[in-house]
């Protein structure tokens, strides 16, 4: 049994390292850094979050060619709530890839979080037709996520700016997922409390490096509140190990206190944040 935890862990971690080249390629080209260029079909992953709105450029072989973030407030809890805004943004981001790319690209596909398929999948591509997109597919993040951190069977926790996704896949596809409202604008909430300062303030407390240590103390309960959902929605399950998605994964300290509370092997790729978008774009050009 021993050796099987052993080969699971460095299954893990071998697949992890093939993950981060292709996330610290994306990095490098991220704007307002130069796009790579190429002559092939170039593919977009969009994904409309609750704190960010993110679209990822890819060629025929996966290879990241750029990418654009921007700050939005246009999902709650899963659902668009500001549709006019989230096109607006989409459309910014790809008239700002046509000319760092030196032409339109004219595919995309988007994901939604399990369990929320109703009016969401017509409303996300819409988005994207709004903003010149053919679109190739809607896909569920989980299984956008695993594309990047390759593997077909295992547990995806997406901590995102709203919410707490748990998504167990085998063979590729997703058999259970669970999502509640706990992510990182509880932190904001409990620091702004604290410090009795905006929300606004808050979050930008949080982003600081400067703060982040001070901070932890301050927003552990809602580390340790994720950990109990995560520990609930998987019982039953016996899990070998959890695969980290999402910005609020990157806060300093939470991956390891998430591990000292489970007992379960964590692995947390470069930029959390940008997997499911890397992971939309390979499943535009998959299919």
Do not use: W
């Amino acid at each position: 049994m021993i050796g099987t935890v052993h080969q699971i862990v460095e299954y893990s971690a071998n697949h992890l390292e093939e993950a981060n080249g292709l996330i610290n390629i994306l990095a490098g080209c991220i704007s307002p850094q130069p796009a790579l260029v190429t002559e092939g079909p170039i593919f977009i992953g969009v994904d409309v979050g609750t704190a960010n709105v993110v679209s990822v450029a890819v060629d025929r072989d996966g290879v990241p060619l750029a990418g654009e973030i921007t700050r939005a407030r246009v999902v709650k809890e899963g659902i668009i709530v500001n549709y006019f805004e989230a096109v607006h943004i989409v459309q910014s981001h790809i008239e700002s890839l046509s000319r760092r790319l030196g032409r339109k690209p004219d595919i995309g596909a988007s994901a939604i979080p399990p369990g929320t398929e109703m009016g969401n999948i017509k409303v996300t591509r819409n988005i994207l037709e709004a903003a010149g997109l053919e679109v190739k597919k809607i896909v569920d993040e989980p299984t956008a996520a695993s594309l990047v951190l390759g593997f077909r069977d295992g547990v995806v926790v997406d901590v995102g700016g709203g919410t707490t996704g748990i998504s167990i896949l085998e063979n590729g596809k997703v058999i259970y997922t669970g999502d509640e409202p706990t992510g990182g604008f509880q932190f904001d909430l409990v620091i702004a409390g604290h410090y009795k300062t905006s929300i606004e303030e808050a979050e930008m407390m949080k982003c600081d490096p400067e703060c982040q240590r001070m901070l932890f103390p301050i927003v552990r309960p809602v580390i340790e509140k994720i950990a109990t959902i995560i520990r609930r929605h998987l019982a039953g399950y016996q899990a070998k190990g959890l695969y980290f998605v999402g910005g609020t994964c990157s806060f300093p300290g939470f991956i390891r206190l998430i591990e000292q509370e489970l007992g379960i092997p964590t692995y947390l790729p470069n930029m959390p944040m940008m997997v499911t978008p890397l992971g939309i774009a390979l499943s535009c050009r998959e299919g």
